[in-house]
Every structure is written in structure tokens, then in C-alpha cells.
């Protein structure tokens, strides 16, 4: 069905079909219920906060119940990349999906500044959301707000001496600072 098809649709309904058949989304669709729920209470700092907590995690979980000992880091991107996405598909202000955005990084250099990192795909994961967050920053117009920060991320590519860092130098570049 195209936009166009909906809309003619939904004109024919009487406002009262048009509400049976909101509740009927709401009720059966779980993604619909958390965006009606996001939209007549937003909680961003809630969200942001525990965004956090879930990224922090990644790369410094917190110790067992069971043993006195750490649980080993699984510093898993896909988990900032799941509530980026969520984040933007909920409408979430821009300043804060890019704080999360750079969060992520930040987490992972902080993590890499304490512990060695062979995995070079790390690296190339990193890189991959620096150019997306820089790219999304300069898209919404916000560039003036976080460029301390990007530059500071790069900065730390430079003083940890990662392999990739003329790629954070190249991502730099091609945007307009």
C-alpha cells in the first residue's frame, strides 16, 4: 500500500475506526507501543543514562555475584549500534544520539588506553563509528557543540599510537572544521 493509499484510507475511517485501530497497533505491535510511549513521556536522560551504562559495561562489566572476579569485556559495538538506531527511529534530539555517538568511543579508548588490543577489527569498528558520528553531527548541524570532543577522540589515536589513526586524520579532513 503507498502513502498515498493510506492516507485515502484512513480519511474514510470516522474518527472513532481511526482510534479502534491506533489502541489495536498499540496493543499488538510492540514497537508502536514504545514509540507512543516515548512520544507522551520522553525520559531522554533516563534513556541516554542507561544507554551508558549498557555501553560502559561492554568494555568494564561489573564483577560476578558468584566469583569475586570480573567478567571478561565482550566490547560488543553492536550494542551502542542497536540504541543509536532506536534512539534516531524514536525521533531522540540529536545532541543526544551524538553524545552517545562519541560516548562509545570514548568508552572503548578508555578501555584500549588500560588493557592492549590485538584485534584489529577493534580499531577499523572504531573508525567506522567515529566517520558515522562526525558525519551525523555535521549532518544535523551540532559540529560547534562536540568538535572538542572529536578532536580529543583523535587525539587519543594519536597518543595511544593506533595503527588506523590516519584514518581518524582522513575522516578529519574531509569534513569542513
Not at 153 to 165: G, R
Request: net charge positive.
Amino acid at each position: 500500500m503507498s502513502k498515498r493509499d493510506l492516507k485515502k484510507y484512513l480519511n474514510d475511517l470516522t474518527k472513532e475506526q481511526l482510534e479502534e485501530q491506533i489502541i489495536e497497533l498499540y496493543e499488538k505491535f510492540g514497537p508502536v507501543k514504545v514509540y507512543y510511549d516515548f512520544v507522551f513521556n520522553p525520559k531522554e536522560e533516563t534513556l541516554l543514562q542507561e544507554c551508558k551504562l549498557k555501553i560502559s559495561h561492554e568494555y568494564f562489566p561489573i564483577k560476578a555475584k558468584a566469583s569475586r572476579r570480573r567478567a571478561k569485556p565482550k566490547m560488543r559495538r553492536s550494542v551502542a549500534q542497536k540504541y543509536i538506531k532506536h534512539f534516531i527511529l524514536l525521533g531522540v534530539d540529536p545532541f543526544v544520539i551524538a553524545d552517545v555517538m562519541l560516548y562509545n568511543i570514548e568508552i572503548a579508548q578508555t578501555y584500549s588506553s588500560e588493557n592492549p588490543i590485538k584485534q584489529e577489527l577493534f580499531y577499523k569498528s572504531m573508525c567506522n563509528s567515529f566517520e558515522q558520528a562526525v558525519k551525523f553531527i555535521i549532518s544535523n548541524g551540532i559540529l560547534a557543540e562536540f568538535k572538542s570532543r572529536i578532536n580529543q577522540i583523535h587525539e587519543e589515536t594519536v597518543i595511544q599510537k593506533w595503527k588506523n589513526e590516519p584514518d581518524f586524520e582522513v575522516i578529519l579532513d574531509k569534513m569542513t572544521f
